[in-house]
């Protein structure tokens, strides 16, 4: 083998492994990335099939029910137009309360119940997330028109 050949050789194998490391990056990246929903949103076009999501709304009043001797919880979360079943196992937030903005981590299960594995709930009092803040103010002028709305 000349030397211009192992030299080709080697450009060769490197831009091989180089193709091999960005494609198996892809994947990973593609297998972990969780995808933000807001009831509407959920609603309207469905979770993606099998994928964990981030589902984020206000805690509609009067849904907490709680499991006597358990930990767990289940609660609706709205953001004014459409309302999602939360069930989840474990402790809440200490901020977490019925009316309060949160995002719930986890999957819906065939009942269209999302099964969450994390419940985190905001600091801020006046702090919104921009796709919820996006879909009360449609709801709102959906409900102007004479629609009717389902109110958190």
Do not use: C
């Not at 076009?45 to 358990?70: D, F, K, M």
């Not at 767990?72 to 903005?101: H, I, K, N």
């Not at 269209?112 to 009360?136: C, F, N, R, W």
């Amino acid at each position: 083998m000349t030397p211009r050949q192992r030299r080709a050789a080697l450009v060769g194998g490197m831009a091989a492994g180089i193709a091999a490391a960005a494609a198996f990056a892809f994947l990973a990246i593609g297998e972990n990335m969780l995808w933000f929903f807001t009831p509407s949103q959920l609603a309207a076009e469905g979770p993606p099939p099998g994928n964990r999501i981030r589902l984020g709304g206000l805690v509609v009043e009067g849904s907490v029910r709680r499991r006597p001797g358990a930990l767990e919880v289940r609660f609706d979360l709205a953001d004014r137009a459409a309302a999602v079943t939360v069930a989840y196992r474990g402790l809440l937030p200490d901020l977490f309360r019925e009316g309060q903005g949160i995002v719930a981590l986890g999957r819906i299960d065939a009942d269209g119940v999302l099964q969450a594995e994390e419940v985190l709930a905001k600091h801020d009092e006046t702090y919104m997330p921009p796709a919820i803040a996006e879909s009360m103010r449609e709801a709102n002028a959906t409900e102007r028109a004479g629609a009717p709305t389902v109110r958190p």
